[in-house]
């Protein structure tokens, strides 16, 4: 209920924001809203809600009038703080960067971040076209850039979108960096007092070749390339460059599913434009299997993350998509038997597993918090992932997860195990006979009241569970306490008895509140049909018990 005092202050504010906004359609958007009297309160209340915070992943929300939401006003705003943040630690020897994807207004805003940053004394580069976000990774560092804007909200839903920042060696922000930014763009004074300018440069077909040619050395001239291809970009940015990255690696063209081919904003085939959601890559399997394809693969609709399906006898419709901790032991395994000199990472939600990979190939190892930004920060890294299907394979040319490249990669894997008479399955199954069956789930609970999420954390930091499922509970760890290896962040993690474990924590960029599950399990005689078996039973049973904890 919102007060009649309130709503006098919330559409004084409104009124305020309306006089600055350059925005002709959020401004009939607000207006409409202020015409409509009592009944927009509620709404008004919600747009005006304080300002959308400036963290380590930058700004999302969805997009609209108000200083709680994702506009013009809000992005000029940030952009002017990003070049004060600049100018004052003396990042001003080289440009600036900026990319976009195809979502509701991105384009308007890279134009409008372009424009503050010459507006302030800095070299501005603003990309010609949509494009996928790791091709801004790569350019920061290919350019010489001293730092990197992409306007994307990934894989959110339509409604939104978001203001992703990377500094000069081309990772994301981290602390303190982060709230050094916010705190200038809280300085920032009245929008009309922002210099602008509209003599930035752009970038377009260079770019994009530098990219694509790194890509194509990653596949060995020798290397089998036979493979049936089907791949859908989700109505993202995706399409172009994987065709041609595809053929530049020397593979046939992939099939691609014509009504996901192009982008749209709207995402109208799928409710939820992330791989990872139920259903969101049923075009994909539907066309891989009309054409007998050996594999399918998905981008997000920025491209910076890959998901992978196989044909599987055993599976609803005979294909499975791969978890994201199975694809990054894949790739483990594949890039680590090498012995490259560097370290190995991923986060603490990912696996157990690609440690003792990289144990087995004498590379150094080490788990960081959820996030590119800190897995592409990790010094020497040669591989890198999380398991929301985040996988950085070419370290040394984009410091963040890239679908694209990984999709070469799985491209190459693949390949080489039909080359050989074998599939993804089969290596996965050499896997759990060689390290243990390590098999992940999750738990997921999106909610509407951001309080249920803090809820359940303040309720299982007040009761921790002594037991979940069949393993007992050695250890908990508060991690907002940091440790010696990680700094502070909200979340909880338990040591479970039989090298199980379980990570909660609130989604840093969705109302969710996530719980990441791990079972280890012997393969005893070869036998891993029955290690899964098992795994799964153990893993229901851990998610059971931990949703009653957390009494979600």
């Not at 007060?3 to 919330?10: G, P, S």
């Amino acid at each position: 209920m919102v007060t009649v005092n309130d709503a006098v202050l919330i559409r004084t504010a409104a009124q305020a924001w309306l006089a600055e906004d350059p925005d002709p359609d959020t401004r009939a958007e607000l207006q409409a809203l202020l015409d409509s009297g009592a009944e927009a309160d509620a709404e008004l209340a919600d747009r005006f809600a304080g300002t959308l915070e400036f963290g380590t992943a930058g700004l999302r929300g969805a997009v609209g009038a108000g200083s709680n939401r994702m506009n013009r006003v809000v992005v000029i705003r940030a952009a002017a703080g990003l070049a004060a943040y600049l100018k004052a630690n003396g990042l001003t020897d080289g440009p600036v960067l900026i990319g976009y994807d195809a979502r509701h207004k991105s384009d308007v805003f890279a134009q409008d971040t372009a424009a503050v940053i010459r507006g302030a004394g800095l070299d501005a580069v603003l990309l010609d076209r949509p494009t996928p976000t790791p091709v801004v990774a790569f350019g920061i560092r290919h350019l010489k850039a001293v730092a990197g804007v992409v306007v994307t909200a990934s894989h959110n839903p339509p409604q939104d979108n978001g203001y992703k920042v990377y500094l000069g060696d081309g990772s994301q922000i981290v602390p303190p960096a982060d709230s050094e930014i916010a705190a200038a763009i809280e300085a920032v004074g009245a929008l009309a007092s922002v210099p602008r300018g509209d003599d930035w440069q752009t970038a377009g077909d260079d770019l994009l070749d530098a990219y694509l040619d790194r890509i194509a050395t990653l596949v060995p001239a020798d290397a089998p390339r036979e493979l049936n291809v089907a791949y859908t970009p989700l109505h993202g940015v995706g399409r172009l460059l994987v065709e041609a990255a595809v053929a530049r690696a020397g593979f046939t063209a992939p099939s691609v599913v014509a009504s996901q081919a192009d982008p749209d904003p709207d995402f109208p085939t799928v409710s939820f434009p992330n791989p990872e959601e139920p259903g969101a890559i049923d075009a994909a399997l539907e066309l891989a299997r009309s054409v007998g394809a050996d594999i399918a693969v998905a981008n997000d609709p920025d491209a910076d993350r890959c998901a992978v399906a196989v044909p599987d006898p055993a599976a609803a419709g005979g294909w499975r998509m791969l978890r994201g901790d199975e694809l990054g032991a894949l790739l483990g395994e594949f890039l680590l038997s090498s012995r490259p000199s560097g370290v190995a990472a991923c986060s603490i939600v990912s696996s157990s597993l690609l440690g003792k990979i990289a144990a087995a190939y004498d590379v150094a190892y080490t788990d960081t918090l959820t996030g590119f930004k800190w897995i592409g920060r990790v010094p020497d890294l040669v591989f890198g992932y999380e398991e929301a299907l985040g996988y950085c394979v070419d370290p040394s040319a984009v410091k963040d997860k890239d679908g694209i490249s990984t999709l070469i990669r799985v491209l190459q894997l693949a390949a080489e195990a039909k080359a050989a008479g074998r599939t993804l399955l089969d290596l996965l199954d050499d896997l759990a006979k060689k390290y243990g069956l390590h098999a992940t789930d999750q738990l997921a609970v999106r909610v509407e009241d951001l309080n249920l999420i803090t809820a359940a954390m303040e309720r299982l930091r007040a009761t921790p569970p002594t037991q979940l499922g069949t393993h007992t509970v050695d250890r908990t760890e508060d991690l907002s306490q940091g440790t010696e290896s990680l700094p502070p962040t909200d979340g909880l993690r338990y040591t479970l008895s039989d090298g199980a474990r379980v990570v909660v924590r609130p989604s840093g960029t969705e109302p969710k509140i996530k719980c990441y599950l791990e079972v280890v399990i012997p393969v005893a005689d070869d036998d891993v049909s029955a290690a899964r078996q098992q795994a799964t039973t153990e893993l229901a049973a851990i998610k059971q018990a931990l949703a009653t904890a957390a009494g979600i």
